[in-house]
């Protein structure tokens, strides 16, 4: 009974996240919802996992009703000079 009631009283959200991986195979995820709201890992399943508890804390500080909107990722060409 008590499960339910605990049940009840949560609410699952859903966040955009970015992953990218650096030049040392560090993986890094951002939620473009909320402002420095970034984590690492060695692998993506760490980087997720502290994730997650980074945006908890955002979510303690900040409204679910004031995110910012999330549009969408879209890829940019731009051609540069290459330098000699």
Sequence with gaps: MLF????????????PVVVEIDEDGVYIVSCPLFKA???????????????????????????????NQF???REMEITLPVSA
């Design 4 to 15: 339910l009631i605990i049940q009840l009283i949560m609410k699952k959200y859903h966040f």
């Design 37 to 67: 709201c970034h984590a690492n890992g060695k692998n993506i399943d760490e980087a997720l996992a502290n994730l997650k508890e980074v945006i908890e804390m955002c979510m303690e500080e900040q409204s679910t009703e004031h995110l």
């Design 71 to 73: 549009i969408g990722v």
